[in-house]
């Protein structure tokens, strides 16, 4: 590991030490998906769907996206915090690199995001009881919404080095993970071509289609998660949704690394 690289896991832990500074705002970023959760649960445990299985239980795998989704406000935040107290110019003047700042926050703000996603799980599959199929499917839906989550982290640090005060960031990145979560149809299905355009969608229903439904990778993936209802199968296998959220991942990473190897003033 050269000097670079250590850097980058410097800035990583000083990141952390950061967030647990602010353990606030994480819990309130977190306690919007718990008390949606908890308002799901009561409004659709109980209504059956098929196979005895409940809408909640159709449901949740969105509740889990959207925990993953508040991390492109939380990183955007962060990020954009460090920017206005001149953290970020004085580790500019360093041999560091843009690079490993961009990549230093991204471990950090992932490393919480797993920290969130579990406590979502203990929330779902211990407190509620909610369904799912194997432990196996278990762990992969786990890998899918973390995959999701990094994309969303890097969506938030390139949000926030466009942004000039974290009020801004936040702003920006409320614009964007707000709207996307909705016309995903991860919170309130529905069927429409645009679902195909968003990230959350290709997490969601992978998630949903093996961790509750059993279904292997080659399966085809449905339109929406109204599955047994109006929707459909699409000419592409669950692998393939991987795929694409892998690339959704690729495309943020690499976009913001381009962003911060510009020499722009921070």
């Known amino acids: 590991m050269d000097i670079l690289d250590k850097k980058m896991i410097v800035i990583a832990i000083k990141n952390l030490k950061d967030s647990f500074r602010r353990w606030e705002y994480y819990l309130f970023s977190l306690g919007f998906p718990i008390m949606f959760t908890f308002l799901f649960y009561f409004i659709l445990g109980s209504q059956g769907i098929s196979n005895g299985l409940s809408s909640f239980d159709y449901g949740f795998p969105g509740m889990i996206i959207y925990a993953t989704s508040v991390g492109t406000v939380s990183a955007a935040i962060g990020f954009a915090s460090d920017k206005s107290s001149g953290m970020l110019e004085r580790l500019d003047t360093m041999p560091t690199g843009r690079k490993n700042v961009f990549l230093g926050s991204l471990i950090s703000e992932s490393i919480t995001l797993t920290l969130q996603i ?86 969601k229903q992978v998630y949903m289609q093996i961790t509750v439904m059993g279904h292997g990778l080659e399966e085809q993936l449905y339109s929406s998660s109204l599955i047994g209802y109006t929707a459909e199968a699409i000419p592409i296998p ?29």
């Not at 999701?148 to 005060?165: D, L, P, Q, R």
């Not at 669950?238 to 921070?266: E, N």
């Open 238 to 266: 669950i692998w393939g949704g991987v795929l694409i959220i892998f690339g959704f991942t690729l495309i943020f990473i690499i976009l913001g690394i381009i962003i911060f190897q510009k020499k722009t003033k921070f």
């Open 118 to 203: 579990i406590i979502m799980f203990v929330l779902g599959y211990v407190i509620l009881g909610v369904y799912f199929n194997n432990l196996l499917g278990l762990l992969i839906g786990f890998l899918v919404s973390l995959l999701f989550g990094i994309s969303a982290v890097g969506m938030g640090i390139i949000i926030a080095s466009v942004s000039k005060t974290p009020q801004i960031a936040n702003g920006f990145s409320l614009m964007y993970y707000l709207p996307i979560l909705f016309i995903s149809g991860s919170l309130m299905p529905f069927e429409s071509p645009i679902v195909y355009f968003t990230p959350p969608y290709w997490a």
